[in-house]
Every structure is written in C-alpha cells, then in structure tokens.
C-alpha cells in the first residue's frame, strides 16, 4: 500500500474509533434535559450542519407535527451507525478524488477491486426482479460511478487506466440485464465525454499552426494514439453485439460526441468512417436513422476539418445512404448532403492561382457577354486547365466521385430518388460551372451528362407500361384498398418519362449559361449532334410531355444565344433542320397532342427567326418558309373537316396566323418579301374552288401524303418547289384544299403585311396580291 492510501486508511480507522465523539457531534451537543423522554431519543433526520444550528424545536419535530404517519425514532445506536455511513461515505468520496494523488500502481489496485466486487455481483443479474437482484445491481452502480470518478480525476493521465475501465463497461453492455446496459452505455459516454472535453485536445488546427518541433512531434503521436483508444470503444462495442438496443446506444453516444467534439477530432475519423459506412447498409431502421444523423453533423459542421485523405471515404459513404433502400427520406436528403460536398470541393476549386482562375469558364462568359470575343478559336488559347490539388487535397477526383455517385443514382429503380439525382447533378454543374476548367467540362458532359441522357431515354423507351396499384391502406369487405396514383404517373414508362424531361431541362440549363464556352470544346460538334438525335427521337416516339421538353431544350439555347450573336451558323441551320424533319415524319401520337407538339414547334420557329434575323440569308429563310408552308399542308389534311364540325380554325393554322408577322424579312433579305406573301396568297380560295367535289379533295389529300408523311414514299417537294409561284405545276396538285374559314383570317394578315413591305417588292408582288384577292 501507497503512502497515500496508508493516510487515508490511518484515518478511517481513527475516526471510527471516536464514533461516541462523532455522534455528539452529529446531536449537536443540545444543552436540553436528558431526562425528557420525549426529546432524550430523538435525532433529527437531517444534515449535521443544520441539526448543529437548529434550536429547541429541530425540523424533525415540525415535520412529524405536521405528517399524520408519525416518524420512527432513531436510537443512539442507530445514530452512531448513521454517523458512521456518514464519515465513512465523506472519507470514500474523498478517497477516489485523492485517487489523482496516487501512484499509478495504486489507481490500478483500486480500478481492479472495483471491477472484481462489480464482476460478483453481475452473476444472478439476468432477471431483473426480487431484492437480491436490486441489491446487486446498486453494488455495480457503485462500482461504475467510482470508476468515472476515477477517470474524471485522472483525466490528465488516463492512458494506464482507459482500456481496463472501458472493457469493464463493455461487458457490462453485453449483458442481458437492460439496467445494466443503460448503465454501462451511460458510463461511456460520460468517460468519453470527460477525456474528449478536457484540456489534452485542443482544435487540430491550432495545434497544427504551431511551431513544429520534435518535442510537439511527440505529444501528436501521443494525441493521435490517445484520440483513437478513446474512439475505438464505440466501434468495438457496434460490431461485438448482435442487440439492435446496444447497437442503437453505442450510436447516439457517437452523435453526443461529434456534435459536442466533433472539432476536436482528427484522427479517429477513418474508423467513424468505417463504423457509419457499414450502418447504411444494415436492414433495422433505427440503426440507418442514426447512423445518417451521425453523417449530416459530419457534412454540415465537419467538412473542414476532416483529414484530407478521408473526404473521398465521406463521399462514398454519402453515397452508401442515398442508395440504402431501408429509407426513402433518408436517400433523398443524403443526395442533398452530396450538393453540399460539390459546395464544399467548389471552394477548393476557386482557390487555385489566381492567373489560372481569370481563364476559365467565368472569363471566357464575361467575354461573350462584353461582346469583346471575335474568333471562336481563341477560347481554345485562352482556357487552360487549372492544377486542383491544394493541400494534398485532388479536388477534381472528388468531383468526379460525387457527379459519378449522381449519375447511378440516376438510374435508381425509385422515382423520387433518381429525380432528385439529375436536379441535383445538373444543379450543381449549373452553379459551379464556371470555376471548372475545358478538360473538367469535357470529362462531365461525355461522362456524365451525354450517358444520363442515353440511359433516361432508353429506359423511356423500354419500361413496363403496365398499371402500378398504389400502396396497400387497408382491406374494406375483404378487398384490399390502395393508395389512388394519378394516371400521369401509373406506370413504369411514364415516371421514366419525368426522369427524361428532367435530364432535358437540365441540359438547357447549361447549355442557355455555357454554350458560348462548349463551342469552344474540341468535340462538343460531334455531343451536339448527339443531342440532336435525341431530341428528334423524343420528339418523334416519346410521350407529349417528352416532346415538349426535347423542344424546350433547343429552343432555350437558340434564343438565349442567337441574339446575343452567340450562335453560330451552323448550328443555328441544325435546329431549324430538326425542326423540319420532325414535321416531315410521323409520330407516335395523335391528335390534339399532335397538334400541340406542333404548335410549340412553330411558335419556337418565329422566336427562332426574331432571335437571329441578323443569321438568316435568302437560303435559311426560304428553309424556313418551306418549314412552314409545310405545316399549314398538313393541317389542312387532318383537320379537314374541323371548320365544319366546329366552326374554327384548327389549333395549328392558328399558331400560324400568330407568327406570320414575325416573319417579315429585314432588310438584307428584302428580296423574300415576294416569297412569303406568294406562298401564302395560294391559300385564298380561287373562283373555281367550288367546283372541286369530295372525291376530288379524297384524291388531293391521298397524294400529299404520299409525298409528306410518308418516311419510304416519294421523293419530297424540294424547297425550290414549295417556294414557287402559285400557278406552278409541283404546287396545284396540293393547294386545292379550301380552309374558308382560315382564308378569312389570313387576308387582314397578308394584307397587313404586304403594306409594311418596301416600296419595289410592293410593285413586284401587287398583280398577285390582286389576282389572289379576285378584284
């Protein structure tokens, strides 16, 4: 025994010897009469201190005055016994705090005596009633509590004692006893607290901006081996046990210790890492609940101070919670916690040098933007890809992995999910675009953004169309109920269909804010290409809200660019020819979808011409009144008999009165004056339109089909042809078809149009305008 311990024990003894001076002390030496019998037995049940100051009438006898149920009197004996557990438990108390004092040898004898008495008294704990098991379980209690005051006071030193105390605890947790197991979990978690909160950690980062010496070099090493014993607990304790209940407490002690410590680890965090990875993809939903909990402290409060070596493990276990499938929920706000990894890696992207960041993407917008570029070819010289490893830290590897991680889970059986994940990816390279360099952005689209496009539209194409039954609510009559779905989402097809109108509208968005920059990219012809194939097959085969989409697509990129002088020729000619092809083919629907795609076409061929006219020559714009000359054929054949029947124009020949007065050609064009009003003069009915009988316009529309909606029929009308004279021999087969009631409303139109001509192509084309209007 210590010399210490012998003083403390020295004193225990002589203070138990003196027991009849120690109660007179606990009486409070009262002058009173001994001989009263009322007053002569009785100690008041309270405090030595106060008995000392309390008068004649102690508080003992007010409050049995005032209770009903009189108070058992103590005894001199049983006071002096009373006295005794009082010095005795003021001397225990005293005891373990001293335990700081002590020799290492001597908190050890002391640590092993307490595990020993809590040890026999855990057999015979299994059951958690009768006194006996009570008894027992206050006999461990006594045993922990000791032990964490052990640790609290030794937390200086606490190496020598961690492990005997914490593995004493976790077989503890391992008991069958629930007591025992909250009281275990509930001591380790003050112990880890106690160590985590003390002076020995200090932030990581001030520790690591100090002056670096061997001596620090050491007290590190002893830090870092310090950290993960105090770490290690919860992780052994998480895969030692099959109880969800231990399991779950080893967890929320975690979650205590990152949200109160988190910045004072370092360390430790490959083995939460781990510990939390392995979590998403256990099956029980409490355990993935918290084990999320635990990663969003991480990603919202931690990022800055995770090693840099284990932020690619943090994006992967991100990833591991977005594809769990245990828990919607947690999968669609974990696909947000990897929109705040982009943000958080985006920072370390801005930070590169600062000559390098002025010729990104950034520069190359403000350019276009300033009108200040003049040759295409020198984005190519001006951008140069930018070194993104600061601080060891590969920035562009950890950008990659998120917009990979997006990219599967694009593609995830479950709508919400895979929706959630294109916003998402398309979000945040709209956001952070600009501070990716030329090889980062060739790497996105051809990696990321062009293969989720393919693979939307193939499982577009290809889902099930069968009927989805909603989630079963109940039975009623014995039938099952469910969950009502709404006819736009009942099938396999269409929540594919909103995957690929997402991915559609994701593509605008970076095409309306980068394209000036994409044009720039060696292979973006060949992707833009791609994309128009795309388009056009949506067009074409999907559904309407898919066509719709595909259209939005380019006609968001032609108007956010082609005025700005931003578009260049050739692919403003490739869109107006998708335009025209796509009218030009069958599609898959009918009706008024069909109409409705068409109408959107048209309106985006007006805003297309008034957004470029400054592009068009006499050959572009020929095509485009070829384009719609085309259009008005086919809806006077599949609506031929909607005047009658409702006593309108057709949805389609009424866009087509709506844009005709954007098409004016400018004055470098003027020469299409006589073009557009002579295509659309032959549209007027002429004298001998009434001789014409049904069997005659069955003929008419038989042959124009022939040579327009059918893809392997004859040749088509070249836009030589469609543009000639009325009185021309390819065009009288197919304007036979009188529309009175569209005739009607194109004269104020034509009419209005031909005064706002020049004054030499009014003189060319008034003997026509004459002729067409039969005076």
């Given at each position: 025994?210590?010399?210490?311990?012998?003083?403390?024990?020295?004193?225990?003894?002589?203070?138990?010897?003196?027991?009849?001076?120690?109660?007179?002390?606990?009486?409070?030496?009262?002058?009173?009469?001994?001989?009263?019998?009322?007053?002569?037995?009785?100690?008041?049940?309270?405090?030595?201190?106060?008995?000392?100051?309390?008068?004649?009438?102690?508080?003992?006898?007010?409050?049995?005055?005032?209770?009903?149920?009189?108070?058992?009197?103590?005894?001199?004996?049983?006071?002096?016994?009373?006295?005794?557990?009082?010095?005795?438990?003021?001397?225990?108390?005293?005891?373990?705090?001293?335990?700081?004092?002590?020799?290492?040898?001597?908190?050890?004898?002391?640590?092993?005596?307490?595990?020993?008495?809590?040890?026999?008294?855990?057999?015979?704990?299994?059951?958690?009633?009768?006194?006996?098991?009570?008894?027992?379980?206050?006999?461990?209690?006594?045993?922990?509590?000791?032990?964490?005051?052990?640790?609290?006071?030794?937390?200086?030193?606490?190496?020598?004692?961690?492990?005997?105390?914490?593995?004493?605890?976790?077989?503890?947790?391992?008991?069958?006893?629930?007591?025992?197991?909250?009281?275990?979990?509930?001591?380790?978690?003050?112990?880890?607290?106690?160590?985590?909160?003390?002076?020995?950690?200090?932030?990581?980062?001030?520790?690591?901006?100090?002056?670096?010496?061997?001596?620090?070099?050491?007290?590190?090493?002893?830090?870092?081996?310090?950290?993960?014993?105090?770490?290690?607990?919860?992780?052994?304790?998480?895969?030692?046990?099959?109880?969800?209940?231990?399991?779950?407490?080893?967890?929320?002690?975690?979650?205590?210790?990152?949200?109160?410590?988190?910045?004072?680890?370092?360390?430790?965090?490959?083995?939460?890492?781990?510990?939390?990875?392995?979590?998403?993809?256990?099956?029980?939903?409490?355990?993935?609940?918290?084990?999320?909990?635990?990663?969003?402290?991480?990603?919202?409060?931690?990022?800055?101070?995770?090693?840099?070596?284990?932020?690619?493990?943090?994006?992967?276990?991100?990833?591991?919670?977005?594809?769990?499938?245990?828990?919607?929920?947690?999968?669609?706000?974990?696909?947000?916690?990897?929109?705040?990894?982009?943000?958080?890696?985006?920072?370390?992207?801005?930070?590169?040098?600062?000559?390098?960041?002025?010729?990104?993407?950034?520069?190359?917008?403000?350019?276009?933007?300033?009108?200040?570029?003049?040759?295409?070819?020198?984005?190519?010289?001006?951008?140069?890809?930018?070194?993104?490893?600061?601080?060891?830290?590969?920035?562009?590897?950890?950008?990659?992995?998120?917009?990979?991680?997006?990219?599967?889970?694009?593609?995830?059986?479950?709508?919400?999910?895979?929706?959630?994940?294109?916003?998402?990816?398309?979000?945040?390279?709209?956001?952070?675009?600009?501070?990716?360099?030329?090889?980062?952005?060739?790497?996105?689209?051809?990696?990321?953004?062009?293969?989720?496009?393919?693979?939307?539209?193939?499982?577009?194409?290809?889902?099930?169309?069968?009927?989805?039954?909603?989630?079963?609510?109940?039975?009623?009559?014995?039938?099952?109920?469910?969950?009502l779905i709404h006819h736009s989402r009942n099938t396999a097809q269409k929540q594919w269909d909103e995957t690929l109108v997402l991915v559609f509208g994701g593509i605008a968005r970076i095409l309306r804010m980068f394209f000036p920059f994409f044009t720039s990219l060696s292979n973006f012809w060949s992707g833009w290409e791609?994309?128009?194939?795309?388009?056009?097959?949506?067009?074409?085969?999907?559904?309407?809200?898919?066509?719709?989409?595909?259209?939005?697509?380019?006609?968001?990129?032609?108007?956010?660019?082609?005025?700005?002088?931003?578009?260049?020729?050739?692919?403003?000619?490739?869109?107006?020819?998708?335009?025209?092809?796509?009218?030009?083919?069958?599609?898959?629907?009918?009706?008024?979808?069909?109409?409705?795609?068409?109408?959107?076409?048209?309106?985006?061929?007006?805003?297309?011409?008034?957004?470029?006219?400054?592009?068009?020559?006499?050959?572009?714009?020929?095509?485009?009144?070829?384009?719609?000359?085309?259009?008005?054929?086919?809806?006077?054949?599949?609506?031929?008999?909607?005047?009658?029947?409702?006593?309108?124009?057709?949805?389609?020949?009424?866009?087509?009165?709506?844009?005709?007065?954007?098409?004016?050609?400018?004055?470098?064009?003027?020469?299409?004056?006589?073009?557009?009003?002579?295509?659309?003069?032959?549209?007027?009915?002429?004298?001998?339109?009434?001789?014409?009988?049904?069997?005659?316009?069955?003929?008419?529309?038989?042959?124009?089909?022939?040579?327009?909606?059918?893809?392997?029929?004859?040749?088509?009308?070249?836009?030589?042809?469609?543009?000639?004279?009325?009185?021309?021999?390819?065009?009288?087969?197919?304007?036979?078809?009188?529309?009175?009631?569209?005739?009607?409303?194109?004269?104020?139109?034509?009419?209005?149009?031909?005064?706002?001509?020049?004054?030499?192509?009014?003189?060319?084309?008034?003997?026509?305008?004459?002729?067409s209007l039969g005076r």
């Amino acid at each position: 025994m210590t010399e210490e311990e012998a003083i403390v024990a020295a004193e225990a003894e002589e203070a138990i010897k003196d027991k009849d001076k120690s109660s007179h002390w606990l009486i409070g030496g009262s002058n009173k009469d001994e001989g009263s019998d009322s007053d002569s037995d009785e100690i008041p049940v309270a405090s030595p201190a106060k008995v000392r100051r309390s008068s004649g009438e102690g508080p003992a006898k007010v409050r049995r005055r005032e209770v009903s149920t009189p108070v058992p009197k103590l005894t001199r004996e049983l006071s002096m016994q009373y006295s005794d557990f009082n010095i005795l438990s003021s001397l225990n108390s005293q005891l373990f705090e001293s335990s700081a004092l002590m020799h290492i040898s001597a908190v050890k004898s002391l640590l092993c005596a307490l595990c020993q008495l809590s040890y026999q008294c855990m057999s015979g704990t299994s059951s958690s009633l009768g006194p006996t098991t009570s008894q027992k379980i206050g006999s461990i209690s006594f045993s922990v509590e000791r032990m964490i005051s052990i640790l609290v006071n030794n937390v200086h030193r606490v190496e020598p004692f961690w492990d005997q105390v914490t593995c004493h605890f976790l077989e503890l947790a391992d008991n069958s006893n629930p007591h025992l197991k909250n009281m275990a979990l509930d001591a380790l978690d003050q112990s880890i607290s106690a160590v985590l909160g003390s002076d020995r950690f200090q932030d990581y980062k001030q520790s690591k901006s100090l002056e670096t010496s061997q001596e620090m070099e050491v007290n590190i090493d002893k830090l870092k081996s310090l950290e993960c014993s105090v770490i290690s607990p919860l992780k052994v304790l998480y895969f030692s046990t099959q109880s969800v209940d231990v399991r779950v407490g080893s967890l929320k002690i975690l979650l205590h210790v990152l949200e109160r410590y988190g910045e004072k680890l370092y360390y430790s965090w490959p083995n939460i890492l781990e510990m939390l990875r392995y979590v998403a993809d256990v099956s029980e939903k409490d355990l993935v609940t918290l084990g999320f909990q635990n990663l969003r402290v991480i990603m919202n409060d931690g990022l800055s101070t995770l090693p840099t070596d284990c932020l690619q493990v943090c994006v992967d276990v991100t990833g591991a919670y977005s594809a769990q499938k245990t828990e919607l929920n947690i999968s669609l706000t974990a696909v947000g916690l990897l929109w705040t990894m982009t943000d958080f890696i985006a920072k370390g992207l801005l930070n590169g040098p600062f000559e390098e960041k002025e010729t990104g993407v950034n520069s190359i917008v403000k350019q276009v933007d300033n009108e200040k570029t003049e040759d295409p070819t020198l984005f190519s010289n001006i951008v140069r890809d930018r070194t993104s490893s600061i601080d060891g830290v590969d920035f562009e590897k950890l950008l990659f992995s998120v917009f990979s991680l997006l990219q599967n889970l694009g593609a995830d059986e479950r709508p919400e999910v895979r929706n959630s994940s294109v916003r998402t990816l398309f979000q945040t390279l709209g956001t952070h675009g600009q501070k990716l360099s030329k090889s980062l952005w060739e790497d996105c689209l051809w990696n990321y953004v062009f293969p989720t496009l393919d693979r939307a539209s193939h499982m577009a194409a290809t889902s099930s169309k069968d009927e989805w039954q909603g989630k079963e609510l109940g039975t009623r009559g014995g039938k099952a109920i469910h969950m009502l779905i709404h006819h736009s989402r009942n099938t396999a097809q269409k929540q594919w269909d909103e995957t690929l109108v997402l991915v559609f509208g994701g593509i605008a968005r970076i095409l309306r804010m980068f394209f000036p920059f994409f044009t720039s990219l060696s292979n973006f012809w060949s992707g833009w290409e791609s994309l128009l194939q795309y388009v056009d097959n949506s067009i074409l085969n999907g559904s309407k809200e898919v066509a719709l989409a595909a259209i939005n697509c380019l006609q968001t990129t032609v108007n956010s660019h082609s005025s700005k002088g931003n578009m260049p020729m050739p692919y403003l000619i490739s869109v107006i020819n998708v335009y025209e092809l796509v009218l030009r083919k069958p599609s898959s629907y009918h009706g008024s979808a069909a109409d409705k795609v068409t109408q959107e076409i048209l309106h985006c061929l007006g805003e297309l011409y008034v957004q470029a006219q400054g592009l068009f020559n006499d050959v572009v714009y020929t095509q485009l009144i070829a384009i719609i000359d085309l259009a008005v054929k086919q809806a006077m054949l599949t609506n031929d008999n909607f005047e009658i029947e409702f006593g309108n124009v057709p949805p389609v020949l009424r866009t087509i009165l709506e844009i005709l007065p954007l098409l004016r050609p400018t004055k470098h064009i003027c020469s299409m004056w006589s073009v557009l009003l002579r295509e659309f003069l032959q549209y007027l009915p002429r004298q001998d339109s009434h001789l014409h009988s049904e069997d005659g316009k069955i003929d008419q529309a038989r042959d124009y089909q022939v040579k327009y909606d059918v893809p392997n029929g004859s040749t088509p009308i070249s836009h030589n042809e469609v543009a000639a004279s009325p009185g021309s021999g390819s065009t009288v087969a197919i304007t036979g078809l009188p529309s009175y009631i569209f005739a009607e409303k194109l004269v104020p139109v034509l009419v209005e149009l031909f005064l706002q001509a020049p004054a030499v192509e009014k003189h060319i084309i008034y003997p026509e305008i004459i002729q067409s209007l039969g005076r």
